[in-house]
């Protein structure tokens, strides 16, 4: 049984950092994704990374800012968080595709499984 556990999410001050991770277990994944949603608006995506992390995709909002990494041994994501902007306050998910793809999904429908996500505030 897949399972996917973030953590790293709290408080922090408009340009501060944070590290976000996503335990998973149960299965090995070619993408794993983090993707936010703010109160009152869509679902987000904003990074995702391959098995061996060379091919890594960011959203708009977010290049520059934010770094995803992963660690195989550990069947860990991460998601380094620099310059945070009130604007990046949401709860973050990860999220994982089993199967081999020829692309690198985008889109939240195209994941198999998500964790239960971990909030993120950012107060000016």
């Known amino acids: 049984q897949v399972q996917l556990v973030e953590s790293g999410g709290g408080l922090v001050q408009a340009g501060g950092s944070l590290r976000l991770s996503c335990a998973a277990s149960?299965?090995?994944?070619?993408?794993m994704a983090w993707f936010r949603q703010a109160p009152g608006k869509e679902r987000e995506f904003v990074a995702a990374?391959?098995?061996?992390?060379?091919?890594?995709v960011y959203g708009d909002s977010v290049k520059g800012r934010f770094a995803i990494s992963r660690d195989n041994t550990k069947n860990t994501a991460y998601l380094q968080m620099n310059s945070l902007t009130p604007e990046d306050t949401a709860v973050y998910y990860c999220?994982?595709?089993?199967?081999?793809?020829?692309?690198?999904?985008?889109?939240?429908?195209?994941?198999?499984?998500w964790g239960q996500g971990t909030q993120v505030t950012v107060s000016s």
């Open positions: 999220a994982v595709v089993v199967a081999e793809v020829y692309r690198t999904p985008t889109a939240g429908d195209e994941y198999d499984y």
């Open positions: 149960g299965g090995t994944f070619s993408r």
């Open positions: 990374t391959s098995w061996t992390g060379s091919i890594k």
